[in-house]
Nanobody, 120 residues
Framework: QVQLVESGGGLVQPGGSLRLSCAAS????????MGWYRQAPGMQRKLVAS???????NYAHSVEGRFFISRDNAKNTVYLQMNSLKPEDTAVYYC??????????????WGQGTQVTVSS
């Protein structure tokens, strides 16, 4: 059974930065595409960024140039560096992973979510 555990969320002022981490256990992390979704109150959960097992990255237009996803297979960990944060980035951020994660398909495995609040 694959488990994903996020950390790094919190409260930050507009223009600030945060780095989220997602540690995986079980499964074959290096084989999976990993991603970060976010869900704001009353909104659908949406894919923010993804990284394939070949290190190809994709970003939602709303975060392109501000957010950066990376992975460390030796540590079974995926990261999301978030810069120039805006109030509209406020959401619960979920780590997701699996063999079939794509633009329209979530992976099989989810973390529990971590709250990111951008406010002055």
């Amino acid at each position: 059974q694959v488990q994903l555990v996020e950390s790094g969320g919190g409260l930050v002022q507009p223009g600030g930065s945060l780095r989220l981490s997602c540690a995986a256990s079980g499964g074959i992390f290096s084989a999976y595409t990993m991603g970060w979704y976010r869900q704001a109150p009353g909104m659908q959960r949406k894919l923010v960024a993804s990284i394939t097992n070949g290190y190809v990255t994709n970003y939602a237009h709303s975060v392109e140039g501000r957010f950066f996803i990376s992975r460390d297979n030796a540590k079974n960990t995926v990261y999301l560096q978030m810069n120039s944060l805006k109030p509209e980035d406020t959401a619960v951020y979920y780590c997701n992973g699996g063999l079939h994660l794509g633009p329209n398909t979530a992976g099989d495995y989810w973390g529990q979510g971590t709250q990111v609040t951008v406010s002055s």
